[in-house]
């Protein structure tokens, strides 16, 4: 489990942090697919020029995703286990609230 772990996206670009590194690039979302698809397209930090494919599901402000982590095979369930190539992850809405200047 990886609890530093963060994911902020903003339109269709994403920053996500953990591991002690930071993935930038641009989201694409699928919702009318089943299951609801999603490429993750990185153009800075250590993936950059890589594509991940993934399937997404939202419920609420819980987030589900499942991506592979190399290679063209799209993961068909919310599921992975040790060496398949695929990393499951849940994330949780976090809203930092309306900010103020003074």
């Given at each position: 489990m990886f609890t530093a772990s963060r994911l902020v996206i903003t339109g269709n670009r994403f920053v996500s942090t953990g591991m002690g590194a930071?993935?930038?690039g641009i989201l694409e979302l699928d919702s009318s697919a089943t299951p609801r698809r999603l490429?993750?397209?990185f153009d800075l930090g250590p993936e950059k020029g890589n594509t991940n494919l993934g399937i997404y599901e939202l419920d609420g402000d819980t987030w589900r995703i499942c991506l592979a982590?190399?290679?063209s095979i799209r993961p068909s369930t919310f599921d992975s286990s040790s060496g398949d190539g695929f990393a499951f992850e849940i994330f949780s809405r976090f809203s930092a609230g309306p900010t103020t200047k003074g």
């Open positions: 930071v993935y930038e490429n993750m397209k982590t190399h290679g």
